[in-house]
């Protein structure tokens, strides 16, 4: 199957079953003071919950987001999906092009303070649920406040052999979305804080986990 074939097919899926899910949120308040906020807002997640929560998040704060997709025929496929859903999106990955994104996204996000980058923060290569530094660059170097979330459903596919065990909520599931307190970024940072700042967003986020998720 050609990626342009994909791409729709995999759209269309993924529109008609987001109209069956039924979204709830915990700790709401989170999102709300990040997008009352002057800074930026980074939406940090675990790349096996983007399913669940790319169209829901394009419909929060005006759907003013931007993303990242790697340069590979399934990043081409993904970036059509995304864009189509209203992302801006950027080209590269942790794997490959990965420094020229995250540049890229810190140029765009000062030239566009109010469009918030949405980042899956232990992909595109994994180890799962291990958040790379690159969102703390990112947060940093434009002033934004990163904000972690996380999603679950009362019934959904996992994909065990993906490296990142994407989750499919099944068609009608309760998908539960859950944000976590805030992580501001100053300016300067040793390389210390740095890594302070970065465990700190991987712990908030496995908080934000279901039981199962990562075992």
């Given at each position: 199957?050609?990626?342009?074939?994909?791409?729709?097919?995999?759209?269309?899926?993924?529109?008609?079953?987001?109209?069956?899910?039924?979204?709830?949120?915990?700790?709401?308040?989170?999102?709300?003071?990040?997008?009352?906020?002057?800074?930026?807002?980074?939406?940090?997640?675990?790349?096996?919950h983007?399913?669940?929560?790319?169209?829901?998040?394009?419909?929060?704060?005006?759907?003013?987001?931007?993303?990242?997709?790697?340069?590979?025929?399934?990043?081409?496929?993904?970036?059509?999906?995304?864009?189509?859903?209203?992302?801006?999106?950027?080209?590269?990955?942790?794997?490959?092009?990965?420094?020229?994104?995250?540049?890229?996204?810190?140029?765009?996000?000062?030239?566009?303070?109010?469009?918030?980058?949405?980042?899956?923060?232990d992909?595109?290569?994994?180890?799962?649920?291990v958040?790379?530094?690159?969102?703390?660059?990112?947060?940093?170097?434009?002033?934004?406040?990163?904000?972690?979330?996380?999603?679950?459903?009362?019934?959904?596919?996992?994909?065990?052999?993906?490296?990142?065990?994407?989750?499919?909520?099944?068609?009608?599931?309760?998908?539960?979305?859950?944000?976590?307190?805030?992580?501001p970024?100053?300016?300067?940072?040793?390389a210390?804080?740095?890594?302070?700042?970065?465990?700190s967003?991987?712990?908030?986020?496995?908080?934000?986990?279901?039981?199962?998720?990562?075992?």
């Amino acid at each position: 199957m050609s990626t342009a074939l994909k791409a729709i097919g995999v759209y269309g899926l993924l529109r008609a079953l987001n109209l069956t899910w039924r979204y709830s949120e915990s700790g709401r308040e989170h999102l709300d003071a990040c997008l009352s906020s002057d800074s930026p807002t980074v939406v940090a997640f675990f790349h096996g919950h983007t399913v669940a929560l790319l169209q829901f998040m394009c419909r929060q704060g005006n759907g003013r987001w931007m993303s990242m997709c790697s340069k590979s025929a399934d990043g081409d496929a993904m970036a059509w999906i995304e864009q189509r859903l209203g992302l801006e999106v950027i080209r590269g990955s942790s794997g490959s092009g990965g420094l020229e994104a995250i540049v890229e996204m810190i140029r765009f996000v000062r030239a566009n303070p109010k469009i918030g980058p949405t980042l899956a923060v232990d992909g595109s290569r994994g180890p799962r649920g291990v958040v790379k530094g690159g969102v703390v660059s990112l947060a940093q170097r434009t002033g934004g406040t990163i904000l972690p979330i996380s999603a679950s459903a009362s019934r959904a596919h996992i994909f065990k052999r993906s490296w990142d065990q994407t989750m499919l909520p099944h068609p009608f599931a309760r998908v539960e979305v859950r944000y976590g307190e805030p992580l501001p970024v100053p300016a300067k940072l040793s390389a210390e804080q740095f890594e302070a700042i970065r465990s700190s967003l991987e712990s908030r986020l496995r908080q934000l986990e279901s039981p199962d998720s990562l075992r």
